[in-house]
Antibody
Framework: QLQLQESGSGLVMPSQTLSLTCSVS??????????WSWIRQPPGKALEWIGY???????YYNPPLKSRVTMSIDTSKNHFSLNLTSVTAADTAVYFC???????????????WGHGTLVTVSS | IQMTQSPSTLSASVGDRVIITCRAS??????LAWYQKKPGKAPKLLIY???TLESGVPSRFSGSESGTEFTLTINSLQPDDFATYYC?????????FGGGTKVEIK
């Protein structure tokens, strides 16, 4: 059974960089043609997709966040990471990592998710 | 592409039939998924391609589409079904989610 687990700083100062890692267990991150995503949910609000990274390191980010987001993947450690720069209180959210499943579809839906980690932006 | 869910909150009793609607601002050709989210837990994929049930999901869940309008139906609501439900379009690389529908105990 595939499992994803988020880890990283739970409290980030405004204007600093939020850094999270998603560790994947139960299968290799390079198995199949999946993408690896970050999705967030601000308190009381809906889910917001942040971006994808492929096993080969190709990325695609949500346009409103694109200038501040960097994702990377380390296949030797079976994990992938998120950096979000210049954070503000609006970036306070539960951050989820997820596996994107595409197959013959035009884009990805998400079939495995981590439990999420709360990141608070505050001084 | 914007996804608009309705209602935002729904009160129902065990055994009820529940219908949640998701409307896309543009055609998404049926590329829609539904998720169930409970507090403190990971979202769970229920349905993809508008009506295909994910493996292991109970058959009381079903999905349908009519143009840009999609519905998630829960037949005979069970205690475990009280949760928030989200739709997600994946017709484009920039995927978007609906605002969510919270199913509460009446």
């Amino acid at each position: 059974q595939l499992q994803l687990q988020e880890s990283g700083s739970g409290l980030v100062m405004p204007s600093q960089t939020l850094s999270l890692t998603c560790s994947v267990s139960g299968d290799s991150i390079t198995t199949g043609e999946y993408s690896w995503s970050w999705i967030r949910q601000p308190p009381g609000k809906a889910l917001e997709w942040i971006g994808y990274i492929s096993q080969r390191g190709s990325t695609y980010y949500n346009p409103p966040l694109k200038s501040r987001v960097t994702m990377s993947i380390d296949t030797s450690k079976n994990h992938f990471s998120l950096n979000l720069t210049s954070v503000t209180a609006a970036d306070t959210a539960v951050y989820f990592c997820a596996r994107g499943h595409r197959g013959l579809h035009p884009s990805y839906y998400f079939d495995y998710w981590g439990h999420g980690t709360l990141v608070t932006v505050s001084s | 592409i914007q996804m608009t869910q309705s209602p935002s909150t729904l009160s129902a009793s065990v055994g009820d039939r529940v219908i949640i609607t998701c409307r896309a601002s543009h055609s998404i050709s049926g590329w829609l998924a539904w998720y169930q989210k409970k507090p403190g837990k990971a979202p769970k994929l229920l349905i993809y391609k508008a009506s295909t049930l994910e493996s292991g999901v109970p058959s009381r869940f079903s999905g349908s589409e009519s143009g840009t309008e999609f519905t998630l139906t829960i037949n005979s609501l069970q205690p475990d079904d009280f949760a928030t439900y989200y739709c997600q379009q994946y017709n484009s690389f920039t995927v978007t989610f609906g605002g969510g529908t919270k199913v509460e105990i009446k």
